[in-house]
Nanobody, 115 residues
Framework: QVQLVESGGGLVQPGGSLRLACAASGSTFGINAMGWYRQAPGKQRELVAIITSGGSTNYADSVKGRFTISRDNAKNMVYLQMNSLKPEDTAVYYC?????????WGQGTQVTVSS
């Protein structure tokens, strides 16, 4: 089992920045891709960004150029730097890890972008 704990969410004004962090623990050996997903009220959960163990990244079109995903394999951490935040970025953000085809989720952290 892999346990994921997110932190760093909160309330921010439009144009502001936040940095999310996700700590993985438990059976972390063999984790390949880690990523961030989000779910806004009344909407389906969607991919925000993903990073492989080798450092390859992929982003949703809506966040390209504004968000940056990074990873510290030694510390079993994944981060999401979010800049130029917009009200439409408001959602619960979930950390995800893929280990040998099994997917694990964190409990989520709320990000609210509002003036």
């Amino acid at each position: 089992q892999v346990q994921l704990v997110e932190s760093g969410g909160g309330l921010v004004q439009p144009g502001g920045s936040l940095r999310l962090a996700c700590a993985a623990s438990g059976s972390t050996f063999g984790i390949n891709a880690m990523g961030w997903y989000r779910q806004a009220p009344g909407k389906q959960r969607e991919l925000v960004a993903i990073i492989t163990s080798g450092g390859s990244t992929n982003y949703a079109d809506s966040v390209k150029g504004r968000f940056t995903i990074s990873r510290d394999n030694a510390k079993n951490m994944v981060y999401l730097q979010m800049n130029s935040l917009k009200p439409e970025d408001t959602a619960v953000y979930y950390c995800n890890a893929d280990r040998y085809g099994f997917r694990f989720w964190g409990q989520g952290t709320q990000v609210t972008v509002s003036s």
